[in-house]
């Protein structure tokens, strides 16, 4: 007869420390390697497309002229492609994963107007002359962070 | 005769973790019909090759289904190989063997614990979960995904696990075994569950073989198909011998998926110790002309992956016959004449996949 097969299972289990995380008390785990969050250094972008034509979720939007990088952040399937199709390498991908957020916008990334340190490769407006593409008033410099809620 | 009376099955049901609808066709209690009717998930996956080039489409292809997902990848990756004539590195195919027992055995884990939860043994379910937990945080250290772990790629494969991961999977194995025996023996000797599922859903021989079940299906009535067998990857390098059941009934199809368990993990020590070293992938150039027929066995059973390349960056057409669309006709077939109470637990011992159906 074996009718209690589990009970020792069960009585080890009253005695040992619980399987389960006490998940948001204690972090959830994570490894190196998870593929979390996309993350765009904006900054070293020279804004190709490559990322935006190889993503099988068509969740990039890239556009040259008014210098964004836009992410659907409910679109990305944390793949990694486009970090790998990259040519400057500016894409990474955090091993957090994407914080949760009611915000179904996406998030949008400009490049800051002033040249990147080493080599600004797009055409920045000559010194002396305003930008005609400055930004808008409450833009953010930098490339911002995720979007508030 | 009894009145006869239709009650519908889904698609939303406790038991069922995906969609599927069932019209049973009752006399009393007795099931005497089953009409099947699927497309609640269908997503036109298929259809998408056209839409996007062959190196990503792996990307799409692994998301057919979410639990069986990198065999899936691999499939595709091999027909696109086969066409184009790319040699794999003798690496990169270990690495993918034991990518594929690895969901292998989480796929077993999640199946068996719906089938516990199904009849109402929680306690058994969770502890299935806590053992499945410890092989989805190692593809998550290992791969980078829990579930999707998305490593294949045409020509090889992107992520290699260094040889000190090799040998603490050896020896975590060897753990997870043993925890794996003690709730496992649960699940094959306690008398309420053999008393619950001893004798319902039969499926003979001879009609799991005419009626074209794959897999533990098939296998749980003693017909010996494994695809694996073909030795497609690096399983003509290792041994292993398709695991039979003789029952036939819902007891013998989870005891093959119990001994597969241990198959997947004995397989998952021989790679890790006979892995050769060497690079992972291969540069190709060119885009894929011609056509494959591309088989292999996932925890379900056998699945076709059927691509057509005309030359260019997109293939012009892909196909997936899915283990689960060929289990249906063998379902029908164990639902009639069943107990109504029996019909969910049916279902489970197949392990339906239904979005791999509908693709
Ligand atoms: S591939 Fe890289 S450099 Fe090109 S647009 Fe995308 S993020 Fe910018
Ligand atoms: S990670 Fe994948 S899905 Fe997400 S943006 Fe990059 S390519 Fe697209």
Redesign the interface.
């Given at each position: 007869?074996?009718?209690f097969?589990?009970a020792?299972?069960?009585v080890k289990?009253l005695f040992s420390a619980p399987?389960t995380l006490m998940y948001p008390t204690k972090p959830a785990?994570k490894?190196?390697?998870?593929?979390g969050t996309l993350e765009n250094d904006i900054n070293r972008c020279i804004f190709c497309g490559n990322c935006q034509r190889?993503c099988?979720c068509v969740a990039i939007t890239v556009d040259k002229n008014s210098r964004t990088w836009e992410l659907d952040r409910f679109r990305c399937?944390?793949?990694?492609?486009c970090v790998?199709v990259c040519p400057v390498k500016c894409l990474r991908m955090e091993n957090d994963y994407t914080k949760p957020t009611t915000d179904s916008k996406m998030k949008v990334l400009l490049k800051s107007e002033k040249p990147a340190p080493a080599q600004a490769p797009k055409p920045v407006a000559p010194p002396g002359v305003a930008n005609p593409r400055s930004q808008k008033p409450g833009t953010p410099n930098a490339p911002s962070a995720d979007s508030p809620p | 005769m009894a009145k006869r009376i239709v009650i519908p099955f889904g698609p939303q049901h406790p038991v069922l973790p995906e969609p599927i609808h069932l019209d049973l066709v009752l006399e009393d209690e007795k099931v005497v019909d089953a009409l099947l009717s699927i497309g609640y998930v269908h997503r036109g996956l298929e259809k998408l090759v056209e839409k996007?080039?062959f190196p990503?489409?792996v990307?799409?292809i692994e998301?057919t289904c979410g639990i069986c997902s990198y065999i899936h990848g691999l499939s595709y990756c091999q027909a696109i190989e086969e066409i184009m004539k790319i040699e794999i590195p003798e690496r990169a195919l270990f690495l993918r063997t034991m990518g594929s027992e690895y969901s292998r055995m989480h796929s077993h884990l999640l199946s068996m614990g719906c089938l516990a939860d199904g009849m109402g043994f929680e306690?058994?379910f969770m502890?299935l979960f806590?053992v499945r937990?410890r092989i989805v945080?190692r593809m998550?250290?290992?791969?980078?995904?829990r579930i999707?772990q998305?490593t294949c790629k045409v020509g090889g494969v992107?992520?290699d696990i260094d040889e000190e991961s090799l040998g603490s999977i050896v020896t975590e194995m060897e753990s997870i075994e043993k925890e794996l025996k003690?709730?496992t023996?649960?699940l094959i000797?306690?008398?309420?569950v053999k008393h619950r599922l001893r004798g319902v859903g039969m499926l003979s021989k001879e009609d799991a073989y005419e009626l074209g079940a794959v897999g533990p299906t098939a296998r749980g009535s003693g017909v010996k198909i494994d695809l694996r067998m073909r030795g497609y990857a690096a399983y003509d390098r290792i041994k292993f011998e398709p695991v039979l059941g003789t029952g036939g009934d819902c007891h013998s199809r989870t005891a093959v998926r119990v001994r597969e368990l241990f198959q997947s993990a004995d397989i998952i020590k021989q790679c890790a110790k006979k892995i050769p070293d060497g690079p992972i992938e291969v540069k190709y150039t060119g885009n894929p002309k011609g056509e494959y027929f591309s088989r292999v066995e996932q925890p379900r059973g056998e699945a076709i992956h059927y691509a057509k390349g005309n030359g260019s960056r997109f293939l012009q057409r892909f196909r997936i016959r899915t283990p689960t669309f060929a289990n249906v006709p063998p379902l029908i077939h164990m639902l009639k004449g069943c107990d109504l109470a029996d019909v969910p637990l049916i279902i489970i011992s197949i392990d339906p996949c239904i979005s791999c159906v509908e693709r």
């Open positions: 007869m074996s009718l097969q589990i020792k299972t069960t289990s399987a785990k490894s190196k390697g998870t593929r190889k099988p399937v944390s793949c990694n492609c790998e | 996007r080039e990503e489409y990307y799409v998301r306690n058994l502890n806590k937990e945080d998550e250290a290992s791969f980078g995904g999707i998305g992107r992520k003690e709730i023996d649960v000797k306690d008398d309420s």
